[in-house]
């Protein structure tokens, strides 16, 4: 099959339009769908799929066979060293606290403390990613109750778990750091920015920026890497705080969980995800994207607080103020995912794109209709992660 992106999102934003009547066709932009946001507002979703030629899967090798958690840790240390990491760029540690490195060896003896069949949840998960997220996901599944009880609950309901995306928190962009790190996921690890213009450099009205880069894996796995800095001149953004407190480790993991009915992939509606895990107990905050009537909902679990930064640390951000020694704590928190599946025609289209065949009993098959993000969901994440309590 050769069609081009445009044609297929063409095509596949005509289909969404013809049956749900909260959508329209974008004007003179064909591969867009809007929709209304609140009382005055739309919202524009391209449908147009990122360019990208499929990747190996190399987190397989390490993580193929881990049964317990110290072969978990020789997986991630052999794992990290076999390429290049953000702590490897010239000058990318220059905001990183001595902190952040025994934050995230703690991380990793944490593995220590979890059962058998908890770490082969964790390496079943991230051996079918690249060695990056995989790398990033073992730190993000270490450091949350959440993550894990998502990983528990699919296991025992039968849900496929799918990896939706990193958030990595970089310093201010008087260093530029995320722009290099965009820089690094392209050129050493094969990501690509997305050819969709609005996507490539975020910017947000209360202080921080972002570049978003995108990875298609032969296994059909799409990956996507938030890449977060704060503005230079927002002393008070926290994304710059949380970098220099613990480093390059992911702010959130998001992932998504699926399930095959009739041979269609289907997501699991959000409410009963959140039910799940409730009965978990694991504590929910406020969902966003009701706007977008499933092409992409997101919730956020409480976050992990993390009461032992040195003290030193903790008093340089009570100088600053507003509150930051409070959210600094907010160490991590899980971000649960839905966005609603293809139907099976296009999801066979869209795999097509990347010589890929489509399989929907595949439990790594994923396609969904929206693939991007969304700057209001986006912020909200952050306002989220800023909750004290």
Same mark, same amino acid.
């Given at each position: 099959?050769?069609?081009?992106?445009?044609?297929?999102?063409? !095509?596949?934003?005509?289909?969404?339009?013809?049956?749900?009547?909260?959508?329209?066709?974008?004007? /003179?932009?064909?591969?867009?769908?809007?929709? *209304?946001?609140?009382?005055?507002?739309?919202?524009?979703? !391209?449908?147009?799929?990122?360019?990208?030629?499929?990747?190996?899967?190399?987190?397989?090798?390490?993580?193929?066979?881990?049964?317990?958690? #110290?072969?978990?840790?020789?997986?991630?240390?052999?794992?990290?060293?076999?390429?290049?990491?953000?702590?490897?760029?010239?000058?990318?540690?220059?905001?990183?606290?001595?902190?952040?490195?025994?934050?995230?060896?703690?991380?990793?003896?944490?593995?220590? !403390?979890?059962?058998?069949?908890?770490?082969?949840? =964790?390496?079943?998960?991230?051996?079918?990613?690249?060695?990056?997220?995989?790398?990033?996901?073992?730190?993000?599944?270490?450091?949350?109750?959440?993550?894990?009880?998502?990983?528990?609950?699919?296991?025992?309901?039968?849900? /496929?778990?799918?990896?939706? %995306?990193?958030?990595?928190?970089?310093?201010?962009?008087?260093?530029?750091?995320? +722009? +290099?790190?965009?820089?690094?996921?392209?050129?050493? $690890?094969?990501?690509?920015?997305?050819?969709?213009?609005?996507?490539? %450099?975020?910017?947000?009205?209360?202080?921080?920026?972002?570049?978003?880069?995108?990875?298609?894996?032969?296994?059909?796995?799409?990956?996507?890497?938030?890449?977060?800095?704060?503005?230079? !001149?927002? *002393? $008070?953004?926290?994304?710059? $705080?949380?970098?220099?407190?613990?480093?390059?480790?992911? %702010?959130?993991?998001?992932?998504?969980?699926?399930?095959?009915?009739?041979?269609? +992939?289907?997501?699991?509606?959000?409410?009963?995800?959140?039910?799940?895990?409730?009965?978990?107990?694991?504590? =929910?905050?406020?969902?966003?994207?009701?706007?977008?009537?499933?092409?992409?909902?997101?919730?956020?679990?409480?976050?992990?607080?993390?009461?032992?930064?040195?003290?030193?640390?903790?008093? *340089?951000?009570? +100088?600053?103020?507003?509150?930051?020694?409070?959210?600094?704590?907010?160490?991590?928190?899980?971000?649960?995912?839905?966005?609603?599946?293809?139907?099976?025609?296009?999801?066979?289209?869209?795999?097509?794109?990347?010589?890929?065949?489509?399989?929907?009993?595949?439990?790594? %098959? #994923?396609?969904?209709?929206?693939?991007?993000?969304?700057?209001?969901?986006?912020?909200?994440?952050? *306002?989220?992660?800023?909750?004290?309590?």
């Amino acid at each position: 099959m050769n069609e081009s992106s445009q044609h297929f999102a063409s !095509d596949l934003a005509k289909s969404l339009v013809a049956r749900n009547k909260l959508f329209s066709l974008a004007t /003179n932009q064909a591969v867009k769908v809007q929709a *209304k946001q609140g009382e005055n507002a739309i919202a524009s979703l !391209d449908l147009t799929p990122f360019n990208a030629k499929t990747a190996p899967i190399t987190a397989y090798p390490f993580f193929a066979n881990v049964k317990n958690s #110290s072969q978990l840790i020789m997986a991630y240390q052999t794992a990290k060293e076999s390429c290049t990491f953000e702590e490897d760029l010239a000058g990318a540690t220059e905001n990183i606290s001595d902190y952040a490195t025994e934050f995230q060896h703690d991380i990793l003896q944490s593995a220590n !403390d979890l059962a058998c069949y908890q770490i082969q949840l =964790i390496a079943n998960f991230v051996k079918n990613l690249d060695t990056y997220c995989a790398i990033k996901s073992v730190e993000s599944l270490l450091n949350s109750k959440a993550d894990i009880a998502l990983l528990e609950v699919a296991a025992q309901k039968g849900w /496929n778990v799918h990896f939706d %995306h990193l958030a990595i928190r970089c310093a201010s962009d008087q260093t530029a750091d995320s +722009k +290099k790190i965009s820089q690094l996921l392209i050129n050493e $690890h094969g990501y690509t920015a997305s050819q969709v213009d609005e996507e490539i %450099h975020y910017q947000f009205p209360d202080g921080w920026n972002a570049y978003p880069v995108y990875k298609m894996l032969e296994n059909g796995q799409a990956l996507r890497v938030f890449v977060d800095q704060s503005d230079v !001149d927002d *002393k $008070h953004q926290i994304i710059q $705080h949380w970098n220099h407190i613990y480093g390059y480790t992911a %702010h959130h993991l998001a992932m998504r969980a699926t399930r095959t009915v009739n041979q269609q +992939k289907e997501d699991i509606p959000l409410d009963e995800v959140i039910q799940a895990l409730t009965e978990h107990g694991i504590s =929910i905050l406020s969902p966003t994207g009701a706007y977008t009537d499933g092409l992409l909902l997101q919730v956020f679990t409480r976050p992990e607080r993390n009461q032992s930064i040195p003290v030193e640390l903790i008093r *340089k951000l009570q +100088k600053l103020g507003n509150n930051l020694d409070r959210i600094i704590e907010n160490g991590k928190l899980l971000e649960v995912v839905s966005r609603t599946e293809m139907r099976v025609e296009y999801a066979i289209r869209f795999y097509a794109l990347y010589d890929i065949k489509y399989d929907a009993t595949n439990p790594l %098959h #994923s396609v969904p209709v929206y693939t991007y993000f969304l700057p209001t969901q986006a912020a909200h994440v952050i *306002k989220t992660s800023q909750e004290i309590g």
